[in-house]
C-alpha cells in the first residue's frame, strides 16, 4: 500500500456521460498530480495542484477539471466522456510543490471504460 | 519531438541476464532523472533517481545519465523473474515527464 489511496478502482459508463474520481494523498504530501495512462499514449500529465491551487497543467483537455480541497484530497471530473477517454487514471502525491528530485508516490488507479 | 523517449519493446531474456533499458531526452536542461518500475494493473513505484551524470548503484540495479548524449540507463544484474514489469524513465523538473516505458519480461 502506497499510502495513496483512489477511487474507485474500476468505472464503466457511457459516452456523454460525467464521472468523478478521488484521491487522497498521502500523509504529509501536499502535491497531487493526476496522470492518464492508455496503451497507445503511455503515461500522460495532466494537472498538478499543490495545498489548494493548481500548479501545473499538462495535456488536460477542457472536458476534464480538477481541484483540491482544503482536507487536501483531490477530485478530476470528466465530462461528455468520450470511447477515447478509456484509460487508467492515476493519482501520485509528493510532499512539495515540484522541482529537484520531485519523487512522486502513485495510487493504485482508477480503471474506465467508456462504452 | 518528445521530451523524453523509450522503446517500448518488449524485451525478453533469461533469468540471470544483465538488462540494459534506455531513454534518450530532448533538453539538456534537465537535471534529474528516475526511473520508475510498474507491475501489470499497479501504479509504477520509484526505483532509484540521479541528479546531472554519472552513475548510481543500488542492489542489482545502476542507474546512468550520460549528459553529452542526452542518454539514460538502467541496468539489472542477476534479472529474476520477479523483476518482469514496465520501465519508466523520467524526467523531473516541476513534474514528472515519463517516456511510454519498456516491457520486460524474465523467464526462467
Known amino acids: 500500500d502506497s499510502g495513496v489511496t483512489q477511487t474507485p478502482k474500476h468505472l464503466i459508463t457511457a459516452t456523454g456521460q460525467r464521472v468523478t474520481l478521488r484521491c487522497s494523498p498521502r500523509?504529509?504530501?501536499?502535491?497531487v498530480y493526476w496522470y492518464q495512462q492508455s496503451l497507445d499514449q503511455g503515461l500522460q500529465f495532466l494537472i498538478q495542484?499543490?495545498?489548494?491551487?493548481?500548479?501545473a497543467k499538462g495535456n488536460i483537455l477542457e472536458r476534464f477539471s480538477a481541484q483540491q480541497f482544503p482536507d487536501l484530497h483531490s477530485e478530476l471530473n470528466l465530462s461528455s466522456l468520450e470511447l477515447g477517454d478509456s484509460a487508467l487514471y492515476f493519482c501520485?502525491?509528493?510532499?512539495?510543490?515540484?522541482?529537484?528530485?520531485?519523487?512522486?508516490?502513485f495510487g493504485a488507479g482508477s480503471r474506465l471504460t467508456v462504452l | 519531438q518528445k521530451e523524453v523517449e523509450q522503446d517500448p519493446g518488449p524485451l525478453s531474456v533469461p533469468e540471470g541476464a544483465i538488462v540494459s533499458l534506455n531513454c534518450t531526452y530532448s533538453?539538456?536542461?534537465?537535471?534529474?532523472f528516475m526511473w520508475y518500475r510498474q507491475y501489470s494493473r499497479k501504479g509504477p513505484e520509484l526505483l532509484m533517481y540521479?541528479?546531472?551524470?554519472g552513475n548510481k548503484e543500488d542492489g542489482r540495479f545502476t542507474a546512468q545519465v550520460d549528459k553529452s548524449s542526452k542518454y539514460i540507463s538502467l541496468f539489472i544484474r542477476d534479472s529474476q523473474p520477479s523483476d518482469s514489469a514496465t520501465y519508466l524513465c523520467?524526467?523531473?523538473?516541476?513534474?514528472?515527464?515519463f517516456g511510454t516505458g519498456t516491457r520486460l519480461q524474465v523467464f526462467p
Open positions: 501520485a502525491s509528493s510532499e512539495s510543490g515540484g522541482g529537484g528530485a520531485n519523487v512522486l508516490t
Open positions: 500523509s504529509g504530501d501536499l502535491s
Open positions: 495542484y499543490y495545498n489548494g491551487e493548481e500548479r
Open positions: 533538453n539538456s536542461a534537465f537535471q534529474y
Open positions: 540521479t541528479y546531472s551524470s
Open positions: 523520467a524526467r523531473s523538473t516541476d513534474k514528472l515527464i
